[in-house]
C-alpha cells in the first residue's frame, strides 16, 4: 500500500456507496482527494441491502427527488466511471391495508410527482396480477411505481471506486481514523493527513467520527436483518419488490426464494416474537410463503436519522462536510449526494 499522503483538499471518510460517490465526485471536479475507509470498501451498510434502487418512498417526495436524480445518473454510470452496471426493472409496490394510508397517499401524490416519482393507485386485483403471491382479500389498494430496479451495490462502489482513481483520488484501506484535530488533521495507523475539508460519510460510524471533529450528528445507528425463505416448491416470475405499508415488511424474488426484510428484534422483543410477528404478516398477505422456513441472508447496521430522511450539508464554523442518515436507502441516492457533496465544497 503506497503511503499516506501528508495534506490533500478533501479527505473523505468511509468507504461505502456514499464515500465513493463523493470521492468520484470530487475527483472528477479536480478536487485533490483521499479517501479513507476503516475495512474493505463497500463492505458495511452498503452490503446489507436487498439489492434495489427505486424512487418511490411513501411520505417522503425529498428522498424521491434525491433518488430520482440518483437513478437518472446510474442510467449514465458507465459514461461517467468506464463500469458497466447492470440495471433490470422489476418495480416497487406499497400494499395499503387502511383507509388512511390510501388518503396519505393521495395527500402526497402530487409532491412526489413534481419531484419527478412516477407513481399511481392501483387496485388490490392489480397488485395480485403484478404479483401472484399477494393474497388480494387481504388488500384495499396498493401504489405502483416503475422506477424500482435490481441493481448490485458492490457494482456501484467498484464503479465509484474506478471512477475516483481515474481521476486522481487515492483510496486507503483498512484505515481506520482515530482522532481529528480542531486543524482537521486526520490522524490514522498509517500516519496523519492535513485536510482540507473533511467529508464524512461513514454510514453507521458517522456520528461517531463526526464526535472526533466536535460536531454533532444526531444519528442513531439501526440494525437490519435480510431473511431468505425455503427454496420455493415451483419457480417463480420475478417479483416486484413489495412492501407493507402498516409494518415495513418488505419481499422480492431472489433466484429459487424470496427475500424479505422488517427491521430487527426490538430491544425488548426476543428473537422468536420478531419472526411470530413476521410470520403473522406473510400468513395474512402472502399466503403462499406460511409456513415456509425463514433463514437469515446477511444483517448489519446502517445509520439513522430521526425523521428517515438524510443529513447532507456543512458545519457552519470549520471546513467539515457530511452526508449520512439514509435509514438503508444510500444506494438510492448516492449518486446525488455525492453531487451535492462536491457542489458544497466547490462553493464553501
Not at 437518472?72 to 400494499?95: C, D, I, Q, V, W
Not at 430487527?264 to 410470520?279: F, H, M, N, S, V
Request: aromatic fraction near 6%; charged fraction near 20%; glycine fraction near 10%.
Amino acid at each position: 500500500m503506497s503511503a499516506l499522503p501528508s495534506r490533500a483538499d478533501a479527505v473523505v471518510i468511509g468507504g461505502g456507496v456514499i464515500g465513493t460517490s463523493a470521492a468520484h465526485h470530487l475527483a472528477e471536479a479536480g478536487v485533490d482527494t483521499v479517501l479513507l475507509e476503516r475495512a474493505g470498501l463497500g463492505g458495511g451498510a452498503s452490503a446489507h441491502t436487498a439489492g434495489m434502487v427505486r424512487t418511490y418512498f411513501p411520505g417522503d417526495p425529498r428522498t424521491g427527488g434525491m433518488a430520482v436524480r440518483s437513478l437518472n445518473a446510474y442510467h449514465e454510470f458507465a459514461r461517467h466511471t468506464s463500469a458497466p452496471l447492470a440495471l433490470k426493472r422489476l418495480g416497487f409496490m406499497a400494499l395499503f391495508t387502511e383507509e388512511q394510508q390510501i388518503a396519505d397517499f393521495e395527500t402526497d401524490l402530487q409532491a412526489q410527482r413534481a419531484a419527478g416519482v412516477e407513481v399511481g393507485l392501483i387496485s388490490a386485483r392489480e397488485a395480485a396480477e403484478r404479483n401472484p403471491l399477494v393474497n388480494e382479500r387481504a388488500v384495499l389498494a396498493a401504489a405502483w411505481s416503475p422506477q424500482a430496479y435490481d441493481v448490485q451495490g458492490l457494482d456501484i462502489v467498484r464503479g465509484y471506486a474506478a471512477g475516483a482513481r481515474n481521476h486522481g483520488a487515492r483510496l486507503f484501506t483498512h484505515t481506520p481514523v482515530t482522532r481529528i484535530d480542531d486543524d482537521n488533521t486526520v490522524h490514522t495507523p498509517l500516519g496523519s493527513i492535513s485536510a482540507g475539508t473533511v467529508v464524512c460519510t461513514a454510514g453507521p460510524w458517522s456520528g461517531e467520527v463526526a464526535s472526533m471533529a466536535s460536531v454533532d450528528l444526531p444519528l442513531t445507528p439501526r440494525s437490519m436483518e435480510m431473511l431468505f425463505t425455503d427454496e420455493l416448491p415451483s419457480p417463480q416470475a420475478e417479483l416486484p419488490m413489495t412492501m407493507h405499508a402498516a409494518s415495513g415488511l418488505r419481499i422480492r424474488s431472489w433466484k429459487d426464494r424470496v427475500l424479505l426484510a422488517m427491521g430487527a428484534p426490538k430491544a425488548d422483543e426476543t428473537r422468536e416474537a420478531w419472526l411470530g410477528r413476521i410470520y403473522g404478516h406473510l400468513g395474512t398477505l402472502f399466503p403462499a410463503l406460511d409456513g415456509t422456513g425463514l433463514h437469515r441472508a446477511w444483517s448489519g447496521d446502517f445509520d439513522a436519522s430521526p425523521n428517515n430522511t438524510a443529513f447532507i450539508g456543512a458545519h457552519p464554523t470549520r471546513r467539515f462536510l457530511y452526508a449520512a442518515g439514509f435509514t438503508g436507502a444510500g444506494l438510492c441516492q448516492a449518486p446525488a449526494a455525492g453531487e451535492q457533496l462536491r457542489d458544497l465544497l466547490i462553493v464553501k
